[in-house]
Nanobody, 117 residues
């Protein structure tokens, strides 16, 4: 039973852009609208780290490393969280995941982002 589905990753050149999507198909809309959703990433040989966080109708929060380059948005109709990534750097290479702020859902398969220098 899939709870989170990430997509949109790929191979891009440094300076390029990507938009990732994370859909929560099993979550009811009222729950989706009431909880904070986060994007995480795990680079090669690194621990998973929080990248961006957003509650419905409130300002988002970002890791310092992505501030000004990444933008997290939500679509309650589609129960989907997006992250728009621009000015990508090789150090952004990672598998990207989403989850609730309490990480209560099983992790999805993630989506691989590879930034070539």
């Amino acid at each position: 039973q899939v709870h989170l589905v990430e997509s949109g990753g790929g191979l891009v050149q440094a300076g390029g852009s990507l938009r990732l999507s994370c859909k929560a198909p099993r979550m009811i809309t009222s729950t989706f609208n009431s909880i904070i959703m986060d994007w995480y990433r795990q680079g090669p040989g690194k621990q998973r780290e929080l990248v961006a966080s957003a509650a419905a109708g409130r300002d988002a929060n970002y890791a310092e490393s992505v501030k000004g380059r990444f933008t997290i948005t939500r679509d309650s109709t589609r129960k989907t969280v997006y992250i728009q990534m621009k000015s990508l750097k090789p150090e952004d290479t990672a598998v990207y995941y989403c989850n609730t702020v309490s990480k209560e859902l099983p992790w999805g398969q993630g989506t691989q982002v590879t930034v070539a220098s």
